[in-house]
């Protein structure tokens, strides 16, 4: 019966931060300070230094944009995340610890505990999905049997 059905209320889309401290140009300077960290990382330094080399002012530029419109919704970024981590082929899932790490103290040691928590919650749901795209690979997650059905199937 049509009348049956009931329509789920669809997700409400994430807002902007509204909080005049938390502009642009205080975005930039968290950015900053969270690489400047990374690149002092025993770890996660090296990876950056390999993809990134001495061009840094543009990715710094494009990360602020990233965190732009991820907290403030304006628009700025366009880019596509996932390719970008894709290519990363020395990445473990162990390492986004070590980048969530430096991202919870920067943003501890910079902003409002209530703007942190904002900061820090979406960083650790696209940090999720980046490791979904990079780490498990559905045929692979679920395991060689499931890789092996899906060949039969497609015969
Ligand atoms: C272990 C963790 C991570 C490593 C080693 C890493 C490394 C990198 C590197 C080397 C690039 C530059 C790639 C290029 O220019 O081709 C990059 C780009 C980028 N990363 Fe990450 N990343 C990590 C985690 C994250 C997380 C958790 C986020 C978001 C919360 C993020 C957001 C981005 C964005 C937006 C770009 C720019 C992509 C583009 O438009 O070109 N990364 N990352």
Not at 3 to 27: G, M, S, W
Not at 35 to 40: L, M, Q
Not at 75 to 89: C, D, E, F, N, T
Not at 128 to 136: D, G, I, P, V
């Amino acid at each position: 019966m049509s009348d049956t059905y009931i329509a789920r209320p669809k997700p409400r889309p994430e807002e902007a931060l509204k909080d005049p401290a938390v502009n642009r140009d205080f975005i930039g300077r968290l950015v900053r300070e969270f690489y400047r960290r990374v690149r002092s990382d025993a770890r996660l330094g090296p990876i950056f230094a390999g993809e990134i080399k001495d061009n840094w002012e543009p990715h710094l530029e494009k990360m602020t944009d990233f965190w732009c419109a991820v907290i403030l919704k304006d628009g700025s970024y366009h880019g596509r995340p996932v390719p970008a981590h894709l290519r990363l082929k020395t990445v473990v899932e162990a390492d986004f610890d070590i980048w969530l790490g430096h991202f919870r103290q920067t943003v501890g040691d910079l902003c409002t505990p209530a703007v942190a928590a904002v900061f820090i919650e979406r960083a650790e749901r696209i940090a999720k999905s980046l490791k979904l795209a990079m780490f498990f690979r559905l045929p692979a997650a679920l395991g060689p049997d499931a890789a092996r059905a899906r060949t039969r199937d497609d015969a």
